[in-house]
């Protein structure tokens, strides 16, 4: 199957950096193949990033993580299903969406929806290629800086920001303990709303924890 190489570039991890936004959160820093000085930020949680950064360096564990495990399983063990791409298509209320693309025996095509971090990190372990939609490519690419760091997203999380997004009011947080705080926070990193988790995170500070 062929991408639309109208709508979507081809793309590769140039790096992986640490962000300021929270304690583990990093930066999967996304460059063009054909214009390595095009690049977009993508917030990633902590193992997230290990995966990823282990996948580019070949350092990875003995027993199979998640997306390796997801990976051989296609390549490997399901006969007549081929995994072909990845592709990140969208980008809604702070969360970026990405689609695994799977041929069926049939000669077929289905897509499993996933997170950048877990296609990204699938994508380099089968060695696939990792495709993303153009117009979202050059709309975040229009704010990075000068040096490939999280300002990027940051400015650009900001100009799509809807107050749906928002869990819970900054204002009701100080009625909560610092166990519901740090259970929040936690669900925050999970939804991978990284701004969210950060103000959180002052807010504990605050309370000297």
Sequence with gaps: MRINDIEYIEVEVLDIRATEHASEAFSMILTDRNNATHYVPIIIGLNEARAILGEKHGRMPQRPLTH?????LLT???PDYNLEFVSIDEFHDGIYYASIVI???TGTYFNV???PSDAVAIALHARVPVFFRKSLFEELMNFAKKSP???AYSNFQKSHKTTDSEPIAASEWDTMSLSELHDLLENAIEEENYEMAAKIQEEIDKRGV
């Design 103 to 105: 041929e069926s025996p």
């Design 113 to 115: 929806d996933a997170r």
């Design 68 to 72: 390796t495990l997801f990976a051989d």
């Design 149 to 151: 760091d999280d300002s």
């Design 76 to 78: 490997d063990h399901i």
